[in-house]
């Protein structure tokens, strides 16, 4: 009678493991849930934040600034001042009221000095502990979704998948549920970079720019073609959230209204979701910010558009 009671209590112990979950034993972290579903349906504005006179981000204007634009995603860039990472921690709260999402963006070593003239602050090029900590605020803050790295596959010599793989370890240690979606260019992004790195991302942000027939930002009409080539290459699994340039590029120049609206219809009709690059102001009176906002609201609206799902 004692050895079937002890069997019935091995069969119930092993029953609720199988139900918690094997990670939730012995101080192990839980397993990872799909982490391309925060991905997919993305869409939103990335950098350019509205500042106060002392420098610091202006957070109550800018999730006001979202949530009338009716995006689901903000993609908060690390760089402007040193109190981006303080900023960071107090907008997510309020962005989380308004149900929008966020990621966070890290410069590389090649936007870094002695390049430019300021780190990601406070941790520099310390993308280990980058990683911990964004993700320990991830497990406090859960609209914090993402990270990622800009200019990505242009410094691949600094990101081998070794190092890539331990700074990725460290990250899910704390949170596997943390997605890492690095900026990719689809120059580089090749079958060699499929088969080093596409076992560590989880999504590329992918700057639209016409890179088959030359970098420019006047042609809309190969955003389809260039989605489709990275979904061969890197597979269906990964999604693609393509980075629509709305403001001016340092060597291609400015954008037009009209070409922002037609690589954002294009795009999300093709791609896992879309990012506007920068921020436009609703409130600006701009043609791009009226291009944007009468998009996010159509998309805001539309059924067949999935939504991204923490």
Not at 1 to 30: E, F, N, S
Not at 213 to 220: E, M, R, S, V, W
Not at 240 to 266: C, F, K, N, Q, W
Request: charged letters at 25%.
């Amino acid at each position: 009678m004692g050895q079937r009671r002890l069997r019935i209590g091995v069969l119930v112990t092993i029953c609720l493991v199988a139900h918690l979950g094997l990670g939730q034993v012995a101080g192990q972290q839980p397993r990872a849930t799909d982490r391309t579903s925060a991905l997919r349906g993305s869409y939103g504005t990335y950098d350019g934040e509205p500042r106060t006179k002392d420098g610091h981000v202006d957070i109550e204007r800018l999730v006001s600034e979202l949530a009338e634009l009716k995006a689901n995603t903000y993609h908060w860039l690390i760089w402007h001042r040193g109190t981006d990472w303080e900023d960071l921690q107090r907008f997510l709260p309020l962005a989380r009221q308004e149900n929008i999402l966020v990621w966070v963006c890290l410069v590389p070593p090649s936007e870094s000095p002695p390049h430019t003239k300021q780190y990601s602050e406070p941790f520099r090029l310390d993308y280990q502990r980058w990683a911990v900590e964004i993700a320990k605020l991830s497990l406090r803050e859960p609209n914090l979704v993402a990270w990622s790295v800009d200019d990505f596959t242009h410094n691949l010599g600094f990101f081998t998948p070794e190092y890539l793989g331990k700074v990725l370890g460290e990250a899910r240690k704390v949170n596997p549920n943390l997605a890492f979606v690095p900026c990719s260019y689809s120059p580089r992004v090749t079958p060699r970079f499929a088969e080093n790195y596409g076992g560590f991302i989880d999504g590329i942000l992918f700057p639209y720019r016409a890179e088959l027939t030359g970098a420019n930002l006047t042609d809309p009409t190969l955003v389809e073609d260039e989605v489709a080539t990275l979904k061969t290459i890197l597979g269906p699994s990964i999604p693609i959230i393509v980075d629509v340039y709305a403001s001016a590029h340092s060597r291609l120049g400015s954008s037009t209204p009209e070409y922002v609206g037609e690589v954002m219809t294009r795009a999300i009709r093709c791609a896992d979701g879309v990012h506007i690059y920068c921020h436009h102001s609703p409130r600006d009176g701009s043609e791009e910010a009226l291009v944007i906002k009468r998009l996010c609201h159509e998309w805001s609206a539309d059924p067949d558009i999935p939504r991204p799902r923490r």
